[in-house]
């Protein structure tokens, strides 16, 4: 299964939306509302931001939203902050019992 | 609060087998409704998923590491581990334990803190 691809970086303004892709195929992205968004910062674990396309696990600012068109999920980050600084990896349930994660973006606020 | 901690030796030669244990506290492993999973991370590169387990032994695998990976559980510990035989280079990354849930395990709602495993002569 080969890896969903997104952008290797993407910045923005304080203050400012940003928008980060993740590109599949029908047999993954395009063919199930199961796409997942993490925050990684520096050194340490993934967190969870957004599952099932666009919905936000509890804790998590509504700064950030999630949507899908075809095979391209995307996250967004409105009202850009320093502290949202960091790499960002989507994932989609591609088959029975299978996963694949995206390559990654690194978010930068300038 | 569900906790997560990866363990087992940081330096494995080539060839030989890496062997990682998760340590679930805070909840049983033995809950019906999650399976629990395990994914890497080689240094400066992005996360890939290796496989998933449910408390009962039902596994999924990678396609691309099937071949040499076991995940196994031992509910009486609340422990699950993670086999990869014939280790090279390339399996040097950080292995993170976490919990897979939603509707086919799809995504990851409570992570270890990683362990980074070198494989190195």
């Known amino acids: 299964q080969s890896a969903l691809t997104q952008p290797a970086s993407v910045s923005g303004s304080p203050g400012q939306s940003i928008t980060v892709s993740c590109t599949g195929t029908?047999?993954?992205?395009?063919?199930?509302?199961?796409v997942s968004w993490y925050q990684q910062e520096p050194g340490k674990a993934p967190k969870l931001m957004i599952y099932d396309v666009s919905n936000r696990p509890s804790g998590v600012s509504n700064r950030f939203s999630g949507s899908k068109s075809g095979n391209t999920a995307s996250l967004t980050i409105s009202g850009l902050q320093a502290e949202d600084e960091a790499d960002y990896y989507c994932t989609s349930y591609a088959s029975t019992t299978t996963l694949v994660f995206g390559t990654g973006t690194k978010v930068t606020v300038l | 609060h569900l906790q997560l901690q990866e363990s087992g030796p940081g330096l494995v030669k080539p060839s030989e087998t890496l062997s990682l244990t998760c340590t679930v506290s805070?909840?049983?492993?033995?809950?019906?409704?999650?399976?629990w999973g395990w994914i890497r991370q080689p240094p400066g590169k992005g996360l890939e998923w290796i496989g998933n387990i449910y408390y009962s032994g039902v596994t999924s695998y990678d396609p691309s590491l099937k071949s040499r990976v076991t995940i196994s559980v031992d509910t009486s510990k609340n422990q699950f581990s993670l086999k990869v035989s014939s280790v090279t280079a390339a399996d040097t990354a950080v292995y993170y334990c976490?919990?897979?849930?939603?509707?086919?395990?799809?995504?990851?709602?409570?992570w270890g803190q990683g362990t980074l495993v070198t494989v190195s002569s």
């Open positions: 805070g909840g049983s492993i033995s809950s019906i409704s999650h399976y």
């Open positions: 976490a919990r897979p849930t939603g509707i086919y395990y799809h995504y990851f709602d409570y």
């Open positions: 029908s047999s993954d992205v395009g063919g199930y509302n199961f």
